[in-house]
């Protein structure tokens, strides 16, 4: 009797074996290494090396190329693996629906300034609009990664860069302004004393890990047309934009504002803008997921609260410094 594709006997039933020996091959896939794999399922270089040769032998195809740089996925791993990326998104969604069956929860990932100035004191406005999703924020500047996001349960990432992050898929954008920022005393200072040398705020890292040191000025001094100061400068340097506004809040110097982070601090009176020039596009804030094609309706949902929210906070830092101005 003819045998049909789901028999027993067939080299592409899903039995125990095949699924296991897949779930492997996704993790060094992932990983681009044995050692890699072997460390994140906590098991020998060996199993792995043997449960990826018997994958490849029981399919008849090969999965990887093997050289001296390492393992290279061919064009059959990448779209198996690409395959098992989207069984693995299905099943996530429902284990989390059977686990949290009343409650919707979103892990996002967002860096320490916007999180501790903006995201945080904002959160409570996003409960009363959706009290059935609930919202883990992860403060942190690691790399905006798919492979960081999935292995970690992230959903969403917020970014501040000059370029999208080709791996993720973008749900939502809100492009930034920046002007120069001080204490009201330090600006009051400089007034009278027009050849004072100012200090500069830094925040050496504006754009992640692959910022360049003072970037951030010399773009602003790009999009305003302006040589200022135009004369010697000093510097105090910080790996967060935050830390430099607290700096600038206690008289120590001038920082950038991004229009989203210091609005609070404008509104208290603790900064005020430094110069007399408006303010000019920065980069833009980006909110997105590893998931390929359509998102759960939440986290779509949170992304588009994310994005109103963030522009509304800009237009009325924008609105204070043009009020101040007149």
């Known amino acids: 009797m003819e045998q049909g594709p789901e028999d027993d006997r067939s080299q592409y039933r899903l039995d125990t074996q095949l699924l296991s020996d897949l779930w492997i091959f996704r993790a060094v896939a992932s990983s681009e290494s044995i050692t890699g794999a072997a460390d994140l399922l906590n098991v020998t270089q060996s199993a792995v090396s043997q449960r990826v040769l018997r994958l490849e032998s029981r399919l008849g195809v090969q999965l990887f190329v093997r050289d001296k740089s390492g393992l290279v996925v061919t064009e059959t791993g990448v779209s198996l693996s690409h395959a098992l990326n989207q069984v693995s998104h299905v099943l ?8 949290r069956p009343k409650s919707r929860t979103i892990v996002v990932s967002c860096m320490p300034s916007l ?5 945080v004191p904002k959160l ?12 883990f ?19 969403l990432v917020i970014t501040y860069q000059t370029a999208p992050l080709g791996e993720l898929q973008e749900l939502a954008n809100s492009p930034e302004w920046v002007f120069p920022v001080c204490s009201p005393a330090y600006r009051n200072a400089m007034a009278a004393d027009t050849d004072a040398s100012p200090v500069l705020l830094h925040d050496d890292m504006p754009w992640g890990v692959n910022s360049v040191p003072s970037g951030e000025w010399d773009a602003w001094r790009q999009a305003s047309d302006t040589t200022w100061p135009g004369r010697r400068t000093s ?16 008289n120590q110097g001038i920082a950038l504002g991004r229009a989203a982070i210091v609005q609070r601090m404008l509104s208290k009176g603790e900064l005020v803008s430094a110069l007399p020039l408006p303010p000019v596009p920065g980069a833009i ?36 410094l043009s009020s101040t101005e007149n």
């Not at 409570?124 to 959706?130: G, I, K, N, P, Q």
């Open 137 to 155: 924020v992860r403060s942190e500047m690691l790399p905006a990664t798919n492979k960081r996001m999935q292995s970690e349960g992230i959903d």
């Open 115 to 119: 999180a501790t100035e903006w995201l």
């Open 124 to 135: 409570e406005d996003f409960y009363r609009l959706h009290p059935g999703v609930e919202v």
């Open 235 to 250: 510097s105090r340097r910080f790996n967060l934009a935050q830390l430099a506004y607290h700096a600038a809040v206690f």
């Open 92 to 99: 996530h969604d429902a284990l989390d629906q059977i686990r």
């Open 285 to 320: 804030y980006r909110i997105s997921s590893a998931q390929t094609g359509e998102v759960r309706p939440w986290v779509r949902l949170f992304a588009n609260w994310w994005r109103d929210a963030m522009q509304s906070t800009q237009e009325t830092t924008l609105s204070m």
